[in-house]
């Protein structure tokens, strides 16, 4: 069974920066997709993770048209890790930020595509 723990979330200013980093352990996640997912405060029970990147096994890398520029996603495979820089934050990129894996290892844009889940790091953004 594959765990998946994030941690790097907080509280900070708009305009300030934040990495993100999911470790995965249970077996190696160089063969998966790997990416992050968010659900904002108040976001309906039931809707679908908000997708905001993903990078496949070969390095390619796929991001939400309201990150594109401002959030990179990167991977060490040696660690089992994967990483979220975001920079220029926001107020309304506050949200509980998921980290995902997907077995084909490809890049993909829906939650209903992860196969694992990690259980959420809460980034704050003020104004």
């Known amino acids: 069974q594959v765990q998946l723990v994030e941690s790097g979330g907080g509280l900070v200013q708009a305009g300030e920066s934040l990495r993100l980093s999911c470790t995965a352990s249970?077996?190696?996640?160089?063969?998966?997709?790997m990416g992050w997912f968010r659900q904002a405060p108040g976001q309906a029970r039931g809707k679908e993770r908000d997708f905001v990147a993903t990078i496949s096994r070969a390095g390619l890398t796929y991001y939400a048209d309201s990150v594109k520029g401002r959030f990179t996603i990167s991977r060490d495979n040696a660690k089992n890790t994967v990483y979220l820089q975001m920079n220029s934050l926001k107020p309304e990129d506050t949200a509980v930020y998921y980290c995902?894996?997907?077995?084909?290892?490809?890049?993909?844009?829906?939650?209903?595509?992860?196969?694992?889940w990690g259980q959420g790091t809460q980034v704050t953004v003020s104004s």
């Open positions: 995902a894996a997907n077995r084909y290892g490809n890049t993909w844009r829906t939650s209903a595509s992860s196969n694992f």
């Open positions: 249970g077996r190696s996640l160089v063969n998966y997709g």
